[in-house]
């Protein structure tokens, strides 16, 4: 008879993470949430948080208990912010260690960090995930030193996708390395065709920009942007006397509301995503997808011309070409949707949590 390590049966898993859905929006932040419910729904769960104005220092949600750490944004002394939040956690964590067995740290830094010398200090595994950004944004010499120890000194790093696996190992090919890529929830398949979707923050590497200069040529079409950010105002300005309409953020759950209406999700990324949660989202509700083919995850996913098209990031004349051709082919635009469900159905939360557990165990028996 098979013997099952009994570690994870009974010790609490702690998950680091900068926040968590609904308070922040973000691919890192929902993920979060969804990973602590799907967790804390087979075992004890702990997450770490910064805590932000007016938010309980405790609370319990979807079973995970949640405990936010100090934080304040005090812009002028950054560096010391960034330190006593570090410190904060690190004294929560410290409070629970006896129960608190592995560490899941979302993003490199701070979380990796946090995990490294929780690791360093109370003896508690960590693991580290690169979610994307974190890896892809260019580096200041600091970050770049903190990256490093944090992949040297983890017991392990998570990446979403194949991309982003052969990224850190050309950097780091000793790294030890697990692609674990996001689960999504089952969707009720179905839209009504109403317009062209975008989802997500409105920052430069998004590349909504890119997206409203492709759709200024297809004036017949309406542009929906859910989202908001940094680029707003200027994205808005761009926009004047295009069919778009801005809708702003909308908490995670409503996302699908918008996915119901859309003839078509366009992820117009001009840098390398980890593996987005709204690409799968639309595939797992039955519309179709075009995304830019940028490094990272985003072709793990998508196979061009078989469950959405691949662009070239960045250049608006080739967007508008994509755009056009699923508008102009109503079959293809069947096609690619039903193949997007069929994909979807492989990352089912189920199937991510046993390769989860798999990795948790193994180095659970390494530390023992």
């Given at each position: 008879?098979?013997?099952?390590?009994?570690?994870?049966?009974?010790?609490?898993?702690?998950?680091?993470?900068?926040?968590?859905?609904?308070?922040?929006i973000?691919?890192a932040q929902?993920?979060?949430?969804?990973?602590?419910?799907?967790?804390?729904?087979k075992y004890?769960?702990a997450?770490?948080?910064?805590?932000?104005k007016?938010?309980?220092?405790h609370?319990i949600?979807?079973?995970?208990?949640?405990?936010?750490?100090?934080?304040?944004?005090m812009?002028?002394?950054?560096?010391l912010?960034?330190?006593f939040h570090?410190?904060?956690t690190?004294?929560?964590?410290?409070?629970?260690?006896?129960k608190?067995?592995?560490?899941?740290?979302?993003m490199?830094?701070?979380n990796?960090?946090i995990?490294?010398?929780?690791?360093?200090l109370?003896?508690?595994?960590?693991?580290?995930?690169?979610?994307?950004?974190?890896?892809?944004?260019?580096?200041?010499?600091?970050?770049?030193?903190?990256?490093?120890?944090v992949?040297?000194?983890?017991?392990?790093?998570?990446?979403?996708?194949?991309?982003?696996?052969?990224?850190?190992?050309?950097?780091y090919?000793?790294?030890?390395i697990?692609?674990?890529?996001?689960g999504?929830?089952f969707?009720?398949?179905?839209?009504?065709?109403?317009?062209?979707?975008?989802?997500?923050?409105l920052?430069p590497?998004k590349?909504?920009?890119i997206l409203?200069?492709?759709?200024?040529?297809?004036?017949?079409?309406?542009?929906?942007?859910?989202?908001?950010?940094?680029e707003?105002v200027?994205?808005?300005e761009?926009?004047?006397g295009t069919?778009?309409?801005?809708?702003?953020?909308?908490?995670?759950?409503?996302?699908?509301?918008?996915?119901?209406?859309?003839?078509?999700?366009?992820?117009p990324?001009?840098?390398?995503?980890?593996?987005?949660?709204?690409?799968?989202e639309?595939?797992?509700?039955?519309?179709?997808?075009?995304?830019?083919?940028?490094?990272?995850?985003?072709?793990d996913?998508?196979?061009n011309n078989?469950n959405?098209?691949i662009?070239?990031?960045?250049?608006p004349?080739?967007l508008?070409?994509?755009?056009l051709?699923?508008l102009?082919?109503?079959?293809?635009?069947?096609?690619l949707a039903?193949?997007?469900?069929?994909?979807?159905?492989?990352?089912?939360?189920d199937?991510?949590?046993?390769?989860?557990?798999?990795?948790?165990?193994?180095?659970?028996?390494?530390?023992?």
């Open positions: 008879m098979k013997k099952t390590n009994p570690f994870i049966k009974k010790q609490w898993i702690g998950i680091v993470a900068t926040s968590m859905a609904p308070s922040k973000g691919g929902i993920q979060t949430k969804n990973l602590s419910k799907q967790l804390a729904n004890p769960t997450v770490f948080l910064k805590r932000f007016n938010e309980p220092k609370e949600i979807d079973k995970a208990h949640i405990y936010r750490c100090y934080f304040k944004d812009r002028i002394l950054r560096p912010n960034f330190l570090i410190i904060s690190l004294i929560n964590i410290y409070r629970s260690r006896k608190i067995k592995i560490l899941i740290c979302m490199l830094v701070p990796g960090l995990g490294i010398l929780a690791k360093a109370f003896g508690i595994p960590s693991v580290a995930w690169v979610r994307g950004g974190d890896w892809y944004l260019p580096p200041t010499r600091l970050t770049h030193f903190l990256v490093k120890m992949i040297k000194y983890s017991d392990t790093i998570l990446v979403q996708s194949e991309g982003t696996r052969d990224s850190v190992l050309s950097k090919p000793d790294c030890n697990h692609i674990i890529p996001n999504i929830d969707k009720t398949p179905g839209s009504s065709n109403e317009t062209i979707l975008f989802v997500g923050n920052i590497r590349g909504a920009e409203i200069k492709a759709m200024s040529e297809i004036p017949q079409e309406t542009l929906t942007i859910v989202g908001d950010g940094s707003s200027k994205l808005k761009l926009a004047k069919n778009t309409v801005f809708v702003g953020q909308v908490p995670p759950k409503n996302v699908e509301f918008w996915l119901h209406r859309a003839k078509m999700l366009v992820l990324s001009i840098i390398g995503e980890g593996f987005p949660n709204v690409l799968l639309a595939m797992a509700t039955g519309v179709p997808v075009i995304a830019s083919n940028t490094t990272g995850g985003i072709t996913l998508i196979t078989k959405g098209l662009v070239i990031p960045g250049n004349k080739e508008k070409n994509a755009i051709y699923l102009e082919n109503p079959s293809l635009r069947e096609r039903q193949e997007g469900i069929k994909t979807a159905q492989s990352y089912s939360w199937k991510i949590i046993i390769k989860l557990e798999l990795i948790i165990d193994r180095i659970a028996i390494n530390d023992n």
